[in-house]
Each structure stands twice: as structure tokens, then as C-alpha cells.
């Protein structure tokens, strides 16, 4: 043991022993185990165990005894060179270690690909899955405004007289046909001119003539459309509201 050393423990006994107290009696006024205060005075470091905790009991003894506190601990610390670096933390005390480099490089590799993966899954799902096709139910309309326009339309169309036969179609130039297999509320506009606006029930069927025609259907699926006699078949679903200008 260096000269260093030994002067380390004889500093605490001598300055104990000057002031006449007891070994016992410094371990019960300061809540350290005697045991441990004969270990400082005899340098036994072994017998109190970690460096941390011999640091912590040299200062309360020194302060204890009217030492330095920070000198005691520097005295024991050149005993300890492989301990100095760390001399001066104690529990409670200690810096955070920050996170080793690959640790923070992990984390930022995981966040990046947990960003791409999810901007993948919503470009594949706005790729892959059908769009809803939105559509416009027809107009509401009141039980008399209905019937009045069911039984007078804004404008006397030109019907053929044939028109009404059941199962015929008026064939012929600039003309423009409409047969229901079910309900629908339709507007059809000829020349500029509204000629015809209402609900009309399933078996109805409407002849117009003129050079243009804008026809607005609110259940695609229930009128087939003739043109000059062409059968065009039905604009679209039951359902759907489709609008559709023809030349006559």
C-alpha cells in the first residue's frame, strides 16, 4: 500500500482520535456501519465494496470529522486509476448515456420504413379498389306537383298517333322515341323548348320531333331510346340519372 494511501486512513483516525469519539459513537451520529468507518481508517477498501460507495462514505465521514471532503475523495481517487474517470459521479447523479449511434440510426431506418410502407398501402388501395360512383337520385317532387305535371306537360309535344300502340315504336326521320319498362321521372327538351317533364309509370311510351334533343332521365335503367327509329337501347343502370343530348 503507497505512503498515499496509508496517509488517506491515518488523516480519518487522527482527526477521529483528536477529537475523542468513538468509533461506535461516529457510527450511530452518522448512520454509517463501524464497520465500514474502521475499513476508511484502515483502507480496507474491499470490505465496503464499490468505489461509489467508498466515495460517498469518505465524504460523509470527512465533513463528519471537519475534513475536506472533496480532497478525501481526490486522495482515495489517485489509489484508483482505473476508477479515476468516474471519481466524481455519484448515484442519482450521473448523466444520461445518450443512445449509442446505431441505436439512433435503427430508429430513424425503422421510422423511414414504416413511412414508405404505409404510403404504399395507400396508393395501392386508391389503385385497386373500385370507385364509388355517385349518383343523383331525381328530383323530389309533391304527390300534386307530380300529377300535374304527369297529366299536363309544359309543352304539347308533336306524338305521333301511333305512338300510344302497344309494342310500336313511330320509326321515321327527326324523330326521337321514348318506351318506360319502369318509372322514371324524365325531361326531355326539343329545339330549345321543354316539351315534356314529369313521373311517367312502365309501359308509357313518347314520340317528339324536331332537330335536337336534350333528354334528362332519372332512372336510367327503366327508358329505352329510339333515334330516327335506331333503337339505342338504355342510357345507363336502374337507377342513375343520365343526361343526353341527340341530333335528329
Do not use: C
Amino acid at each position: 500500500m503507497s505512503g498515499a494511501s496509508e496517509a488517506l486512513g491515518e488523516r480519518f483516525r487522527a482527526a477521529r482520535e483528536a477529537r475523542g469519539i468513538a468509533l461506535s459513537k461516529a457510527a450511530e451520529e452518522i448512520r454509517i456501519r463501524s464497520l465500514y468507518l474502521a475499513a476508511i481508517e484502515d483502507e480496507n477498501w474491499s470490505t465496503i465494496g464499490a468505489p461509489v460507495y467508498i466515495r460517498g462514505f469518505l465524504r460523509t465521514y470527512a465533513r463528519y470529522l471537519g475534513l475536506d471532503p472533496e480532497e478525501a475523495v481526490a486522495a482515495f481517487n489517485r489509489t484508483q486509476p482505473a476508477q479515476a474517470a468516474a471519481a466524481a459521479a455519484e448515484p442519482g447523479h450521473r448523466e444520461r448515456a445518450s443512445a449509442p449511434a446505431w441505436l439512433s440510426a435503427a430508429l430513424l431506418w425503422t421510422a423511414g420504413t414504416v413511412a414508405v410502407l404505409l404510403i404504399a398501402f395507400v396508393v395501392f388501395t386508391e389503385l385497386t379498389l373500385p370507385r364509388r360512383t355517385v349518383v343523383q337520385t331525381a328530383p323530389t317532387e309533391t304527390a300534386s306537383a307530380v300529377a300535374a305535371t304527369s297529366a299536363t306537360p309544359l309543352a304539347s309535344p308533336e306524338v305521333s298517333p301511333s305512338a300510344t300502340q302497344p309494342g310500336g315504336v313511330v320509326a321515321g326521320a327527326n324523330s326521337l322515341a321514348l318506351v318506360f319498362s319502369g318509372p322514371s321521372w324524365l325531361r326531355v327538351t326539343v329545339d330549345g323548348n321543354v316539351s315534356m317533364e314529369g313521373t311517367f309509370p312502365a309501359g308509357t311510351s313518347k314520340t317528339f320531333h324536331g332537330k335536337t334533343a336534350l333528354v334528362r332521365i332519372g332512372n336510367a335503367g327503366a327508358v329505352e331510346i329510339y333515334v330516327d327509329g335506331k333503337d339505342l337501347g338504355k342510357l345507363g343502370k336502374s337507377g342513375d340519372v343520365v343526361e343526353r343530348a341527340f341530333r335528329l
